[in-house]
């Protein structure tokens, strides 16, 4: 009687391991990546193969790798140009104010890569509208989606997938993560093999570690037993509008449901916490 009830419980929570328990994936343009998912960290397992799979454009010869831009650069229908013969507004991006005009026209849909960003690869695809500040440092494969800003100071280690409006902070390093549509992490954040949901926002200092101190793969845990990621690792995943504290930190393997809170100075115990969680 009581394998059969430890079985039932199982059945129940597998369907709260889905991504759809997390996201509405209707809002994400990349949201193939979790299609036919039996966990949500299935998304990342698929990143690496989904980056090289993308089409990127040519980078000018202006991008040299490893060394700053000595020069911003404007990217309008799908050509680089030199944006000292440009009129710049730098506005909000995640707003639709940031705009760009040449000769009087405004080029709607414009994207901005100041002087001082850097860089590395050939595999970097920008959106409408993005806002690369002075000092961002962003290694292929990158995509980064329309009216998002990568701040001054972010670093992109290559495997991120960042979607429509989304915030990238000063300070804020990012590697093999998924941002979807406005997710922000606008300060002094760390995102190692996690994702964030739609509209989640990162207090400032908020960090998602990624690796156990003791070897093996992670394990997330749940009211019916402990689940295999098969990933060594991984840090959270975090859903629709979860909103962090300053100074919080979660544990590797933490699944924070929709409208979830993890206050300031807190962290988050490893596993499963189901939507409308206060931590």
């Not at 394998?3 to 991504?19: D, I, T």
């Not at 989904?50 to 010869?61: I, K």
């Not at 002087?115 to 806002?131: N, P, R, S, W």
């Not at 990238?168 to 002094?188: C, L, N, P, Q, R």
């Amino acid at each position: 009687m009581v394998e059969k009830e430890l079985k039932n419980q199982w059945r129940a929570h597998v369907p709260m391991l889905k991504p759809s328990t997390f996201f509405d994936l209707s809002r994400f343009e990349h949201a193939e990546i979790f299609f036919g998912a039996e966990y949500v960290w299935d998304g990342l397992k698929r990143l690496k193969s989904y980056m090289e799979d993308q089409s990127y454009p040519h980078l000018p010869s202006a991008v040299k790798k490893s060394e700053p831009l000595l020069k911003t650069l404007v990217l309008y229908d799908n050509a680089y140009l030199d944006g000292s013969d440009c009129i710049i507004e730098y506005g909000d991006a995640t707003k639709g104010k940031l705009q760009v005009f040449k000769d009087g026209d405004l080029l709607k849909g414009a994207s901005v890569i100041m002087a001082g960003a850097i860089l590395i690869g050939e595999k970097i695809q920008f959106g409408q509208g993005v806002k690369v500040e002075a000092g961002a440092f962003i290694t292929s494969p990158v995509i980064i989606g329309d009216m998002t800003e990568i701040r001054q100071g972010a670093y992109l280690r290559g495997n991120c997938l960042v979607g429509r409006r989304c915030v990238v902070g000063h300070v804020t390093e990012v590697k093999h993560s998924i941002f979807m549509d406005d997710a922000k992490a606008g300060h002094f954040a760390y995102l190692g093999d996690s994702i964030l949901g739609n509209e989640v926002n990162l207090g400032a200092g908020t960090k998602l570690a990624n690796l156990r101190f003791s070897p093996g793969n992670v394990k997330i845990r749940t009211p019916a037993g402990s689940v295999d990621s098969g990933l060594r690792k991984f840090g959270a995943v975090l859903g629709d509008f979860v909103q962090t504290g300053c100074n919080s930190v979660t544990n590797p393997g933490t699944l924070l449901g929709m409208r979830s809170l993890l206050l300031p100075n807190r962290t988050a115990p490893s596993g499963l916490h189901e939507k409308n969680s206060l931590i």
